[in-house]
């Protein structure tokens, strides 16, 4: 073992440059994995090599690191097409294959710490945008896309259950569409508007029009109980681009946003990528329904504290991605006292139309509370996911409604970067001016709502499967682990692979939500109709047979 | 009084640092300033006859009549009918920040037609983002880490230093030109920004240029493209090009994009050049917020489409727009007439302003003029140029931008939009920069006739002093002595 190492503690950093030089002529196919590796060993070797330069001779400090090498060597032949046996005990090793699935044409340029003749590098951004390429989320979702299920064309396809999407009144919203759309393009016309107003320059924050729709909207939604100020409000592109909107106006790179775990896979990316905020995932668990509790908040925000790192805000999903909860009235007192004591923002990301499933009086849209008197109302803010709750999911409108006006102001200015297409505010606003047919969504929709959570409920409990009793959402969260293998995220994902190959079922595994107990599941029913939920049902059944049988 | 204070402060205490340090820079910026004197006092023919007439403001409103007509003619484009229903379940998923494939072929056809059918575009290298705004900094995201940068010559787009750099942290380092060679890129010029950063140790990721240029309305000839592609690899760095005036080339010579000068050199590597369009100039759709990138990069490809989840284009407006780009006789019919407009509107106001002896630069393209106003300063600084900004705005009337917006280094360039307003508000506009810079050489004549006790007839006073700028120009001392 020890023979080697010292030639090639030189020769691998050395190798990989020289290789790149070699490569980068070419345009693409024979830019060879050994890049994706030579650039992690640059990053090693910085620390190794001073550990053997400057201790000289000091043999034991350099036994362990040359030892390390000689496997990282043996990786990366084991990469080459003639290769010697692979196994690599390197310790972190572990996120190698992951790194060797993105795009061959990156790999060099941003894992290597210095540009000199190499490929200008990107950004860090980039680099960790295409390590997430071989999430489960996106894995499954290609073999969807590949073989989709269809009830009578295609009844062996894969069924998509991983996606958040809430199709439920896809059908009412088209219909609807269909009726009027071109209506309220012609109107802009004839009101003197030229192209709807689409010409002038913009009111990148979202159209008042809209912002008064909107208000007017929530305002029904909740029957009365609230009223929303459309003065308060900044539209967006997406809820993704108004959850980092908020983000960038409320903290700063390096400090911290708690958020209760498991939580909405995507959270991540909007919160983080951009901003680089950290996320501190504050567990909840099995035992306590993973309810929010503010004593694990609390436990997180002290941890933090004790590290150096600043927390700035709490943030959520009302109610609760993935597992349906709605937060409990008790709870949300508490936190707001918390946040008032410790000076710090509450954001929750709330969904109102398909929040509730059965009338709850211990459980509430937090939005109800926006117009109490007796809290500092300058440090809320909700993100209102409206195209979601409209069954909208590709017109793409996402609320910041908060009554701090600063925050509004410089989420009106980041605006500018996420504003939404005239053309779509412009039906919006049509839309939900259309009170009869708003009624009309909102009876059916609640309706379809309670009647799909109810068949899975009962598919589940008939296969005696556990799952969250949700208040709210279109998801359910489903309790899979004593069928697991191994009580473990490995488990986890084996028991996902099964029911992805044999069931053809793709849902999302706890651990893309940061589920810290294995075996948990998130199926999303409202792309669903109600005949599908059968289907599921006996696909998952028979899955669980197999399994049982082995 | 002091509570006040202390709630702001407590106030700004709770925001981050990036949304309370202004990098918006719309504070102190009279580009900015000018657009609120506007918004104050707004031009109308009839109601606000006195007003201010926005030329701060890039757009191109002058084919609307024709995009009106298409829509008329094509009511399914804009809603989801029969084909648009299948799309409507389509893209009801997690991967639509892909984009529509239509729309993605339709726009790179447009791309390709915009080029003079020079190059092909492949589709799937399309990025969507919500603008060219949004378009920016998503390539500043991806190509920079906070603290690197990028080398822009000067004069540029005020707004870059927000869109390129305020949430990225990102910076732009200027490239210095002057008028003496029409603010052309020069290969010396380049290499002394590049050697300032280095020497500051700040690292540079690439280049960022704009052609056809705002402010300048100038394009760049395809040699300069190539020296600079070729100055990027020798050093590694990227070369982004905006290429969102593209469609408003009115000139005689047509329009040269990166992509054809990068198709004309094969040993440059395409992993370094990315181009940003949009549909907001071309065609005039600011409020679409459809802004393409393209990149020859796959890896700035794949996380930009993510990227793009943060400013997403509704299928309903890919729809609109993939049907609007798809329709060939359409686009050429608009592009020529487009092109045909837009040469009439600079020829009202390049031809109108050259009567009273202001010049403007030779362009040939964008939406815009950059006038010399050199002549008119009483001293040529920023302060001098800012004075007479002041004036423009508050007593002539307009809204134009002053260099100093743009980084210029000379004082006394401003840039007047021509595109965003009708015929008689061009005349108007042209008529009250004319009555100004006639009455200051009035003035300046009777002190010049006044100190030297000459008496000449007045016709022939005003006539000689209106070429003086234009004879002073290129070759000011003053203006050097500044630089």
Same mark, same amino acid.
């Given at each position: 073992?020890?023979?080697?190492?010292?030639?090639?503690?030189?020769?691998?950093?050395?190798? =990989?440059?020289?290789?790149?030089?070699?490569?980068?002529?070419? &345009?693409?196919?024979?830019?060879?994995?050994?890049?994706?590796?030579?650039? &992690?060993?640059?990053?090693?070797?910085?620390?190794?090599?001073?550990?053997?330069?400057?201790?000289?001779?000091?043999?034991?400090?350099?036994?362990?690191?040359?030892?390390?090498?000689?496997?990282?060597?043996?990786?990366?032949?084991?990469?080459?097409?003639?290769?010697?046996?692979?196994?690599?005990?390197?310790?972190?090793?572990?996120?190698?294959?992951?790194?060797?699935?993105?795009?061959?044409?990156?790999?060099?340029?941003?894992?290597?710490?210095?540009?000199?003749?190499?490929? =200008?590098?990107?950004?860090?951004?980039?680099?960790?945008?295409?390590?997430?390429?071989?999430?489960?989320?996106?894995?499954?979702?290609?073999?969807?896309?590949?073989?989709?299920?269809?009830?009578?064309?295609?009844?062996?396809?894969?069924?998509?259950?991983?996606?958040?999407?809430? +199709?439920?009144?896809?059908?009412?919203?088209?219909?609807?569409?269909?009726?009027?759309?071109?209506?309220?393009?012609?109107?802009?016309?004839?009101?003197?508007?030229?192209?709807?107003?689409?010409?002038?320059?913009?009111?990148?924050?979202?159209?008042?029009?809209?912002?008064?729709?909107?208000?007017?909207?929530?305002? +029904?939604?909740?029957?009365?109980?609230?009223?929303?100020?459309?003065?308060?409000?900044?539209?967006?592109?997406?809820?993704?681009?108004?959850?980092? &909107?908020?983000?960038?106006?409320?903290?700063?790179?390096?400090?911290?946003?708690?958020?209760?775990?498991?939580?909405?896979?995507?959270?991540?990316?909007?919160?983080?990528?951009?901003?680089?905020?950290?996320?501190?995932?504050?567990?909840?668990?099995?035992?306590?329904?993973?309810?929010?509790?503010?004593?694990?908040? #609390?436990?997180?925000?002290?941890?933090?504290?004790?590290?150096?790192?600043?927390?700035?805000?709490?943030?959520?999903?009302?109610?609760?991605?993935?597992?349906?909860?709605?937060?409990?009235?008790?709870?949300?007192?508490?936190?707001?006292?918390?946040?008032?004591?410790?000076?710090?923002?509450?954001?929750?990301?709330?969904?109102?139309?398909?929040?509730?499933?059965?009338?709850?009086? &211990?459980?509430?849209?937090?939005?109800?509370?926006?117009?109490? #008197?007796?809290?500092?109302?300058?440090?809320?803010?909700?993100?209102?996911?409206?195209?979601?709750?409209?069954?909208?999911?590709?017109?793409?409108?996402?609320?910041?409604?908060?009554?701090?006006?600063?925050?509004?102001?410089?989420?009106?200015?980041?605006?500018?970067?996420?504003?939404?297409?005239?053309?779509?505010?412009?039906?919006?606003?049509?839309?939900?001016?259309?009170?009869?047919?708003?009624?009309?969504?909102?009876?059916?929709?609640?309706?379809?709502?309670?009647?799909?959570?109810?068949?899975?409920?009962?598919?589940?409990?008939?296969?005696?499967?556990?799952?969250?009793?949700?208040?709210?959402?279109?998801?359910?969260?489903?309790?899979?682990?004593?069928?697991?293998?191994?009580?473990?995220?490995?488990?986890?994902?084996?028991?996902?692979?099964?029911?992805?190959?044999?069931?053809?079922?793709?849902?999302?595994?706890?651990?893309?939500?940061?589920?810290?107990?294995?075996?948990?599941?998130?199926?999303?029913?409202?792309?669903?109709?109600?005949?599908?939920?059968?289907?599921?049902?006996?696909?998952?059944?028979?899955?669980?047979?197999?399994?049982?049988?082995? | 009084?002091?509570?006040?204070?202390?709630?702001?402060?407590?106030?700004?205490?709770?925001?981050?640092?990036?949304?309370?340090?202004?990098?918006?820079?719309?504070?102190?910026?009279?580009?900015?300033?000018?657009?609120?004197?506007?918004?104050?006092?707004?031009?109308?023919?009839?109601?606000?006859?006195?007003?201010?007439?926005?030329?701060?403001?890039?757009?191109?409103?002058?084919?609307?009549?024709?995009?009106?007509?298409?829509?008329?003619?094509?009511?399914?484009?804009?809603?989801?009918?029969?084909?648009?229903?299948?799309?409507?379940?389509?893209?009801?998923?997690?991967?639509?920040?892909?984009?529509?494939?239509?729309?993605?072929?339709?726009?790179?056809?447009?791309?390709?037609?915009?080029?003079?059918?020079?190059?092909?575009?492949?589709?799937?290298?399309?990025?969507?983002?919500?603008?060219?705004?949004?378009?920016?900094?998503?390539?500043?995201?991806?190509?920079?880490?906070?603290?690197?940068?990028?080398?822009?010559?000067?004069?540029?787009?005020?707004?870059?230093?927000?869109?390129?750099?305020?949430?990225?942290?990102?910076?732009?380092?200027?490239?210095?030109?002057?008028?003496?060679?029409?603010?052309?890129?020069?290969?010396?010029?380049?290499?002394?920004?590049?050697?300032?950063?280095?020497?500051?140790?700040?690292?540079?990721?690439?280049?960022?240029?704009?052609?056809?240029?705002?402010?300048?309305?100038?394009?760049?000839?395809?040699?300069?493209?190539?020296?600079?592609?070729?100055?990027?690899?020798?050093?590694?760095?990227?070369?982004?090009?905006?290429?969102?005036?593209?469609?408003?080339?009115?000139?005689?010579?047509?329009?040269?994009?990166?992509?054809?000068?990068?198709?004309?050199?094969?040993?440059?590597?395409?992993?370094?050049?990315?181009?940003?369009?949009?549909?907001?100039?071309?065609?005039?759709?600011?409020?679409?917020?459809?802004?393409?990138?393209?990149?020859?990069?796959?890896?700035?490809?794949?996380?930009?489409?993510?990227?793009?989840?943060?400013?997403?284009?509704?299928?309903?407006?890919?729809?609109?727009?993939?049907?609007?780009?798809?329709?060939?006789?359409?686009?050429?019919?608009?592009?020529?007439?487009?092109?045909?407009?837009?040469?009439?509107?600079?020829?009202?106001?390049?031809?109108?302003?050259?009567?009273?002896?202001?010049?403007?630069?030779?362009?040939?393209?964008?939406?815009?003029?950059?006038?010399?106003?050199?002549?008119?300063?009483?001293?040529?600084?920023?302060?001098?140029?800012?004075?007479?900004?002041?004036?423009?705005?508050?007593?002539?009337?307009?809204?134009?931008?002053?260099?100093?917006?743009?980084?210029?280094?000379?004082?006394?360039?401003?840039?007047?939009?021509?595109?965003?307003?009708?015929?008689?508000?061009?005349?108007?506009?042209?008529?009250?920069?004319?009555?100004?810079?006639?009455?200051?050489?009035?003035?300046?004549?009777?002190?010049?006739?006044?100190?030297?006790?000459?008496?000449?007839?007045?016709?022939?006073?005003?006539?000689?002093?209106?070429?003086?700028?234009?004879?002073?120009?290129?070759?000011?001392?003053?203006?050097?002595?500044?630089?």
């Amino acid at each position: 073992m020890s023979p080697s190492p010292s030639p090639s503690l030189s020769r691998i950093p050395f190798g =990989a440059g020289g290789d790149d030089r070699e490569v980068h002529d070419d &345009t693409s196919s024979s830019r060879s994995d050994l890049g994706v590796g030579g650039g &992690t060993a640059m990053r090693l070797v910085v620390p190794l090599q001073g550990v053997v330069q400057g201790r000289g001779g000091l043999v034991l400090g350099s036994v362990i690191p040359c030892a390390l090498f000689y496997f990282f060597q043996l990786y990366l032949r084991r990469k080459k097409p003639s290769s010697s046996p692979p196994t690599s005990p390197f310790p972190s090793s572990g996120d190698l294959p992951s790194l060797s699935v993105i795009p061959r044409t990156t790999s060099r340029s941003f894992f290597s710490p210095r540009s000199g003749s190499l490929p =200008a590098p990107v950004s860090s951004h980039t680099a960790a945008a295409n390590k997430s390429d071989a999430c489960p989320l996106s894995a499954g979702h290609r073999r969807f896309v590949d073989d989709p299920y269809h009830p009578t064309s295609n009844p062996d396809g894969v069924i998509q259950l991983g996606l958040g999407n809430n +199709q439920l009144l896809l059908d009412l919203v088209r219909d609807w569409l269909e009726r009027n759309v071109n209506a309220s393009l012609l109107k802009g016309r004839n009101e003197d508007m030229g192209l709807g107003g689409m010409e002038t320059y913009l009111q990148y924050d979202g159209l008042m029009d809209l912002k008064i729709a909107v208000a007017d909207f929530m305002g +029904q939604v909740l029957q009365g109980s609230v009223s929303f100020s459309p003065s308060q409000m900044v539209l967006t592109a997406g809820a993704a681009s108004a959850i980092e &909107t908020l983000c960038f106006c409320l903290a700063d790179p390096g400090q911290a946003i708690l958020v209760p775990s498991p939580y909405d896979s995507e959270y991540e990316m909007n919160i983080k990528w951009r901003t680089s905020v950290d996320v501190i995932a504050v567990p909840c668990r099995s035992t306590d329904s993973f309810n929010i509790s503010v004593a694990a908040i #609390e436990r997180a925000y002290n941890q933090a504290k004790k590290r150096g790192v600043k927390v700035r805000a709490i943030l959520f999903s009302n109610p609760s991605n993935p597992v349906g909860n709605l937060l409990k009235r008790e709870t949300l007192y508490d936190l707001l006292e918390f946040i008032t004591e410790k000076n710090i923002h509450l954001i929750f990301d709330e969904l109102l139309v398909g929040s509730v499933h059965e009338e709850n009086n &211990t459980c509430m849209n937090i939005a109800k509370i926006l117009d109490a #008197e007796d809290f500092d109302k300058s440090r809320v803010h909700m993100i209102y996911r409206l195209s979601e709750d409209l069954s909208l999911p590709h017109i793409h409108v996402g609320v910041i409604y908060s009554l701090n006006d600063s925050i509004l102001a410089s989420a009106a200015k980041f605006a500018r970067f996420s504003s939404i297409s005239v053309l779509s505010q412009r039906v919006l606003v049509t839309m939900l001016s259309d009170k009869r047919f708003i009624l009309e969504f909102l009876h059916l929709s609640r309706a379809r709502l309670i009647n799909m959570h109810r068949l899975f409920a009962r598919g589940f409990k008939d296969l005696n499967i556990d799952c969250v009793n949700g208040d709210g959402g279109f998801r359910c969260w489903v309790d899979l682990s004593k069928f697991l293998r191994s009580y473990s995220v490995k488990g986890e994902l084996e028991m996902w692979e099964k029911l992805l190959d044999s069931a053809k079922v793709n849902m999302m595994p706890g651990s893309s939500c940061r589920c810290i107990e294995p075996g948990w599941f998130r199926l999303c029913f409202a792309a669903l109709s109600e005949n599908d939920v059968d289907v599921v049902m006996g696909r998952i059944r028979r899955a669980i047979d197999e399994g049982h049988k082995i | 009084m002091a509570s006040g204070f202390q709630d702001e402060a407590a106030e700004h205490h709770l925001l981050s640092e990036m949304a309370s340090n202004g990098g918006h820079g719309e504070n102190n910026s009279l580009y900015f300033d000018g657009w609120k004197a506007y918004d104050r006092d707004p031009y109308h023919p009839t109601l606000n006859p006195h007003g201010i007439i926005q030329m701060g403001l890039a757009e191109n409103q002058l084919c609307h009549d024709l995009m009106e007509e298409w829509i008329r003619n094509n009511p399914e484009a804009s809603i989801c009918t029969e084909e648009g229903v299948s799309c409507f379940k389509a893209v009801a998923n997690f991967q639509d920040y892909h984009g529509l494939p239509f729309f993605r072929e339709a726009v790179a056809k447009f791309m390709e037609k915009v080029r003079g059918g020079q190059v092909r575009f492949d589709p799937d290298r399309i990025v969507m983002s919500g603008g060219a705004t949004g378009a920016q900094e998503t390539l500043a995201f991806c190509l920079a880490d906070p603290g690197d940068a990028f080398l822009i010559p000067v004069p540029y787009y005020p707004a870059f230093d927000r869109d390129f750099c305020w949430r990225t942290r990102a910076r732009l380092l200027p490239i210095h030109c002057s008028s003496s060679n029409n603010f052309m890129i020069t290969a010396s010029a380049l290499e002394s920004a590049y050697q300032n950063a280095q020497k500051s140790n700040i690292r540079v990721k690439g280049i960022l240029i704009v052609n056809p240029s705002n402010p300048l309305g100038t394009t760049i000839d395809k040699h300069s493209l190539q020296s600079l592609l070729r100055f990027a690899n020798h050093r590694r760095i990227h070369l982004v090009c905006d290429e969102i005036f593209g469609g408003t080339v009115f000139g005689s010579t047509r329009f040269t994009s990166l992509s054809e000068a990068l198709e004309a050199d094969p040993s440059a590597d395409r992993r370094l050049v990315h181009v940003v369009c949009s549909l907001s100039k071309d065609l005039g759709l600011p409020g679409f917020r459809v802004g393409v990138i393209y990149s020859y990069n796959d890896a700035v490809v794949a996380c930009a489409r993510k990227m793009s989840s943060f400013g997403m284009v509704s299928s309903q407006t890919q729809h609109f727009v993939g049907r609007m780009l798809a329709d060939d006789d359409f686009t050429s019919k608009y592009l020529a007439e487009n092109a045909r407009r837009l040469r009439e509107r600079h020829a009202v106001f390049a031809g109108g302003l050259r009567r009273v002896g202001i010049r403007c630069l030779e362009g040939n393209g964008g939406l815009f003029c950059w006038m010399d106003l050199r002549g008119l300063l009483k001293e040529a600084t920023a302060e001098g140029e800012a004075d007479l900004w002041r004036v423009i705005v508050g007593e002539v009337k307009l809204n134009v931008s002053p260099g100093s917006a743009f980084h210029c280094d000379e004082p006394g360039w401003f840039r007047i939009c021509f595109a965003n307003m009708d015929d008689e508000t061009a005349e108007r506009a042209v008529r009250r920069i004319r009555m100004f810079v006639e009455k200051k050489q009035m003035k300046k004549t009777m002190r010049w006739v006044d100190g030297l006790r000459l008496s000449l007839p007045r016709r022939f006073d005003l006539e000689d002093v209106a070429l003086t700028p234009r004879l002073l120009s290129p070759q000011s001392p003053l203006v050097h002595a500044t630089t």
